[in-house]
């Protein structure tokens, strides 16, 4: 089963208030995590794997082109860990925010949904 550091809505990891440890989370909600923090990793972002990870200069940021928004971030949902599929996908752009919206479905036999925004 997979299972990671919790995270805060800041991202962060915590410790658990009831056990003293690092926080944890386990299988769909572990899923969901994965597959948000991968889709908000941006393409050179990460040292060790500058190939990985949105390219959001040339899908959102420079010129929103939501094909190739939803089909990047599709080929990275799908590509996580315990992903078997993806429901929905819509996505919009207001103001300069783009925000988008995930339904997987897990390996768990659950389905998850992510939300998450991009700023320039």
Not at 45 to 52: D, G
Not at 99 to 115: P, Q, R
């Amino acid at each position: 089963m997979l299972m990671l550091f919790a995270e805060n809505e800041n991202r962060d990891p915590f410790i658990d208030p009831e056990t003293g440890d690092m926080a944890i989370v386990t299988g769909a909600a572990a899923v969901a995590q994965l597959s948000k923090s991968r889709v908000e990793a941006q393409r050179n972002e990460m040292k060790y794997a500058n190939n990985e990870g949105m390219p959001m200069f040339q899908t959102a940021f420079n010129q929103f082109n939501p094909s190739q928004f939803e089909a990047a971030a599709r080929t990275i949902i799908l590509a996580t860990t315990d992903v078997t599929g993806i429901e929905s996908f819509t996505m919009s752009s207001v103001n300069g925010v783009l925000s988008y919206t995930a339904v997987i479905t897990t390996v768990y036999d659950e389905s998850v949904t992510i939300t998450g925004i991009a700023t320039q």
